[in-house]
């Protein structure tokens, strides 16, 4: 899971690299050629994008410096953490409901993975099978039963 996410990380970072080195320098210089900037339309495009495009770049490289960083070994064996599958009884519905702990990046609410900091996500960390969590979500309180547990360290 975590090399997925870095992998795909890293083809983001590598594309946005491609643009900010090759295309829009490319692009500025043809701008340029059309003379006065302070009414080039394309130029001032050009230098937005290449701004969104540097934040972008620093966001991901954060982000993946972060993820670089993440011990599995202090990831536990008997809780809810990051990488685990929870199988829940949602209370107020009367139904088991999965869930896939992932990071931000990888939430796909849809197919039940939600992030590590989304509130419930947030409220299932560090619980155990068996332990009853109330979550303050958007659409008001939930409660949730614990009733299965696979933790990172068994998918693997």
Request: glycine share 8%; aromatic share 4%; with cysteine.
């Amino acid at each position: 899971m975590a090399e997925d996410l870095k992998k795909r990380l890293e083809d983001e970072i590598r594309t946005l690299e491609h643009e900010l080195n090759h295309e829009l320098p490319a692009e500025l210089k043809k701008a340029r050629a059309h003379g006065d900037l302070s009414e080039n339309a394309e130029y001032h495009a050009a230098k937005e994008r290449q701004g969104h495009v540097n934040a972008r770049l620093g966001q991901l490289r954060h982000r993946l410096a972060e993820i670089c960083l993440v011990n599995f070994n202090n990831i536990p064996h008997d809780r809810v953490a990051f990488g685990s599958t929870v199988i829940v009884h949602d209370v107020a519905k009367g139904a088991e409901v999965q869930y896939k702990i992932v990071t931000s990046e990888e939430t796909d609410v849809a197919n039940g993975k939600i992030s590590t900091s989304s509130p419930i996500g947030r409220g299932l960390i560090g619980k155990q099978v068996g332990d009853v969590v109330t979550v303050q979500t958007p659409a008001g309180q939930r409660e949730f039963e614990i009733r299965k547990l696979t933790t990172i360290h068994e998918q693997a």
